[in-house]
């Protein structure tokens, strides 16, 4: 699509440039077409992203909504000029959010703020944006490119992401029915994912591009620190999905920012914990540097990164062997961490 008679040349010389966000849209097309599934009406360009909803066999249908961004995971993709896999960590943070209630991913939005739009790196971005939504199931119905000059570096963009989903009602997973005696799974991460990264900062310098950063290092299976900390979160819809239709899944519980502490206690009701064994814990290399390159102690690792387990699946004690081959089926290496007792604190580590 050509836009010849959209030019401004005083909107360009305040430092936006429509033409390039033009340019941006034909660049990303191609990604976005990955994406679409049945529900897309229209093409991207538009005031707004339809999407049909088919709500055979379902009996009440709720929409669930999530919204998230990288955080300051962005400042290590900008300063490594590798843009291709924010974009998943930005459809994880929201699609891994919404399907701890059950729902199943239908679309997804996009927001990018950049110093300057340079439609290349801009269209590099929606690549990893549309691989995360393909991760997922959902269709990128639309997004939103906004130059921000005199408020942010040229170089510099932030990346944030919508999602909506959908469930029916009465399979809204209900913690009521937890039960002493249930088990905990541990589905692992990829990382660092998508929290603490300010913390990383700190402990490796990033913002003054220490060196060590590109040296690779054994213990991370020769990938450097930069490598290591820029892997892209684990979208672990698809299995999830799988794991609701065939196991009684009674809480789920996606280990973000906050780690153990903050996130296993949301799937957990009053009166019951959460009991973590750490000797269980498949803790990757990555966190045993943070904690030595800053050191960190072991209470705030765990309450600020997942240490190795991007998700929590609490299930039936009789089902659990199940749950792991329905999980290993579709690509997840779980394993169990704990399991439920009764106790004031919702989750304890031991």
Do not use: W
């Amino acid at each position: 699509m050509e836009h010849n008679n959209s030019y401004s040349a005083s909107y360009a010389a305040a430092g936006v440039d429509i033409t390039a966000g033009y340019r941006a849209v034909e660049l990303m097309k191609k990604y976005i077409a990955r994406t679409r599934n049945e529900g897309c009406l229209d093409d991207v360009g538009g005031f707004g992203g339809c999407f049909g909803l088919s709500l055979a066999g379902m009996e009440e249908p709720v929409l669930v909504s999530g919204t998230d961004g990288c955080g300051t995971k962005v400042k290590l993709a900008i300063l490594m000029d590798k843009h291709d896999t924010i974009g998943i960590d930005a459809v994880a943070m929201c699609v891994n959010d919404i399907i701890c209630c059950g729902a199943k991913p239908l679309f997804f939005l996009d927001y990018i703020a950049c110093g300057k739009n340079y439609p290349e790196k801009i269209a590099e971005i929606v690549s990893g944006v549309a691989e995360g939504c393909v991760q997922s199931g959902a269709a990128l119905i639309g997004g939103e490119t906004a130059e921000h000059p005199g408020m942010m570096p040229t170089e510099d963009y932030d990346l944030a992401g919508f999602a909506v989903g959908i469930v029916d009602k009465k399979k809204i997973l209900d913690n009521t029915r937890m039960a002493e005696g249930d088990v905990v799974i541990a589905l692992p991460s990829t990382g660092i994912h998508s929290n603490g990264f300010s913390l990383c900062r700190k402990v490796f310098d990033i913002d003054n591009n220490n060196p060590q950063l590109y040296i690779p290092r054994e213990e991370l299976g020769g990938k450097t620190i930069a490598e290591s900390l820029l892997v892209p979160t684990r979208i672990y819809v698809k299995a999830v999905l799988a794991l609701l239709e065939q196991v009684d899944v009674k809480g789920i519980s996606h280990i973000t920012g906050g780690g153990f502490y903050e996130n296993i206690p949301r799937a957990i009701p009053d009166g019951l914990s959460a009991v973590i064994d750490k000797s269980a814990i498949r803790v990757l290399p990555i966190f045993d540097l943070i904690a030595s390159f800053g050191n960190i102690p072991e209470r705030d690792m765990y309450n600020t990164y997942n240490m190795g387990v991007g998700m929590s699946i609490i299930v039936p004690a009789a089902q659990a062997e199940k749950a792991l081959a329905v999980l290993k089926d579709n690509g997840e290496d779980a394993y169990i961490i704990g399991h439920i007792e009764k106790g004031e604190e919702k989750v304890v580590l031991r």
